[in-house]
């Protein structure tokens, strides 16, 4: 008796298994605006995880992948905010007064 108990528990683990997955792999109506809206949102932990292995597969890809990023923020080719320490551009390049001083 207890086998076909078992059996039977097995068998409602299994259908239940089944019907939920299916239910988790149903297509979902989006509309357009839903669509951009999620698209716009940014990269998914899989996507996060893809690019990672991709920079670490192809590091010149790192690149592309950083110039895509300041794409999206509005900063692609534009100088750095040099902040409120007052540095001058050539203190900022790793140059320092007494050497201009010296010259």
């Known amino acids: 008796m207890s086998d076909w108990i078992g059996l ?24 357009a605006e839903e ?10 932990l899989v996507g996060a995880g893809l690019a990672d292995l991709q920079k670490f597969l192809d590091p010149s890809k790192e690149n592309a992948i950083v110039a895509t990023q300041e794409i999206k923020q509005g900063r692609y080719n534009k100088k750095k905010d040099q902040g409120d320490g007052g540095e001058s551009d050539d203190q900022l390049n790793g140059e320092s007064d007494s050497e201009e001083n010296n010259d």
């Open 8 to 31: 039977g528990i097995l068998i409602a683990f299994g259908l239940g298994i089944f019907f939920g997955l299916r239910y988790l792999s149903r297509p979902r109506d989006l509309s």
């Open 35 to 44: 669509f951009e809206k999620r698209a716009a949102e940014g990269q998914t």
